[in-house]
């Protein structure tokens, strides 16, 4: 199928040392008509890999959240539909030939829904809440990102349907317990940033309840002990950062010295 004959895509990535993992983002998007990367600061190869890819580097150090981060991405992009993808995913070859499918005949004001997986010390995890859907592909012109600081999502636009694809986005978040652990941090701290802005409190039972819930969703509910060692060992860490980001919203507003 050639360009001529289909809608044209942007694919849109933001960055911040993403070396491990970029290059293979990047190969699994050797069809789109362009990338867009936006980097926060890179102090590793992560621009060289993907200047060497064909993309189109923009840096914009002065980090303002994910969700602004990735407007700005999408403000570069100049085709007609755009697919946002992490620096640590993947599109296999089902899921490409579904977007495919699609841009050879785009329907009107529909957002499309990729599956995700993700890899998670030694395994993919098929349950515990990890094997999700997310809308990553719309057309430019009709939507794009909130501003959330995190969790940031595709806005849908009164009047618009959703489709999911066939096909998965493999997602190869964390390496090991250290990047799970920095990641956790730096994701709590976004949470934490938002709510105080907003002038919310929290209290240590509230973290603890919502810590306990979290676990029990994942494991009980979301059958996560059906992923093995893997899964029980994500419901503990998740529910541990599910207790920080409130402790450090607590913290916060009960702790003088930490305020300055």
């Known amino acids: 199928m050639s360009q001529a004959q289909r809608a044209t895509i942007s694919a849109i990535i933001i960055t911040k040392n993403e070396e491990q993992i970029l290059p293979e983002c990047l190969a699994s998007l050797d069809w789109v008509d362009e990338i867009i990367v936006v980097d926060s600061g890179s102090t590793d190869n992560t621009i060289a890999i993907a200047e060497a890819a064909g993309a189109k580097v923009h840096v914009n150090a002065e980090w303002p959240g994910f969700g602004k981060q990735k407007q700005l991405a ?8 755009v697919l946002a993808i992490d620096a640590d995913e993947v599109i296999t070859e089902e899921l ?13 004001n529909t957002l499309f829904i990729l599956r995700r997986t993700t890899w998670v010390f030694g395994r993919f995890l098929k349950h515990s809440g990890w094997y999700d859907k997310i809308v990553r592909l719309y057309p430019r012109k009709l939507t794009g990102y909130n501003d959330a600081l995190v969790h940031e999502k595709i806005i849908e636009p009164e009047g618009s349907t959703k489709q999911t694809l066939n096909g998965d986005m493999l997602h190869y978040s964390y390496r090991d317990l250290h990047q799970y652990l920095v990641k956790s941090a730096f994701y709590a701290k976004s949470w934490a940033d938002g709510r105080q802005a907003r002038g919310k409190k929290s209290s240590i039972s509230q973290g603890i309840l919502h810590a306990l819930g979290c676990f029990l969703k994942m494991y009980v509910l979301k059958r996560g002990f059906l ?34």
């Not at 490409?96 to 009107?108: E, M, R, T, W, Y």
């Open 96 to 108: 490409k030939n579904s977007i495919l499918g699609v841009l050879a005949d785009p329907p009107q």
């Open 227 to 260: 992923d093995g060692k893997q899964g029980f060992l994500i419901a503990v860490l998740s529910a541990h950062s599910t207790f920080v980001k409130y402790a450090d919203l607590w913290i916060r507003a009960n702790d003088s010295r930490a305020a300055k």
């Open 74 to 81: 999408q403000s570069y992009a100049t085709k007609d539909w």
